[in-house]
């Protein structure tokens, strides 16, 4: 079983709507979880940090966990077509090792 | 501030050959880890190397290995190479312990065994 697990889409929104990007992960102890974006050809950039049971919101970006069904995602308001790219959520583990998802490929039409 | 440095950025190489590549953090960043990312697979986690110190070690073979030297630079070495480790092959530092910081990535380095 992976460590965590994302549906790999694609997703596509129109511009200006909310995409929502989930994730699950299978280590109960994990403690820290974290978004990545990946643009085509490019390297993964962090995003969105969260730690607590709740939402985390910076910009038009908002993380929320719930580790009670280890589940974490990532809300995209006003979805602008810069904003197309794969997203990697990533989490550590209980054995202090960092793990990504495969990542949901995003695409943000005009 | 100079961010993640790898090098080189593409290699060809054939079968049973081994190469090296090299990483070098952002000035402070003290936790050096490498990733292989392949179309399958995704990013999977190889090591995480912090104070020359293997860390952590994910689910690859021996033929995979890696260091780091004083200076926080590190080096992953691939030995008897199988068409399967064509990846690109990524390095991200972090000022603390992987797990508790931020990564910052490098823009690879594109292998492919031919």
Known sequence: ?110 | KAGVTQTPRYLIKTRGQQVTLSCSPISGHRSVSWYQQTPGQGLQFLFEYFSETQRNKGNFPGRFSGRQFSNSRSEMNVSTLELGDSALYLCASSLSLAEAGELFFGEGSRLTVL
Request: glycine residues 10%.
């Open chain 1, 1 to 110: 079983q992976k460590e965590v697990e994302q549906n790999s889409g694609p997703l596509s929104v129109p511009e200006g709507a909310i995409a929502s990007l989930n994730c699950t992960y299978s280590d109960r102890g994990s403690q820290s979880f974290f978004w990545y974006r990946q643009y085509s050809g490019k390297s993964p950039e962090l995003i969105m940090s969260i730690y607590s049971n709740g939402d985390k919101e910076d910009g038009r970006f908002t993380a929320q966990l719930n580790k009670a069904s280890q589940y974490v995602s990532l809300l995209i308001r006003d979805s602008q077509p810069s904003d197309s790219a794969t997203y990697l959520c990533a989490g550590a583990n209980t054995g202090n090792q960092f793990y990504f998802g495969t990542g949901t490929s995003l695409t943000v039409i005009p």
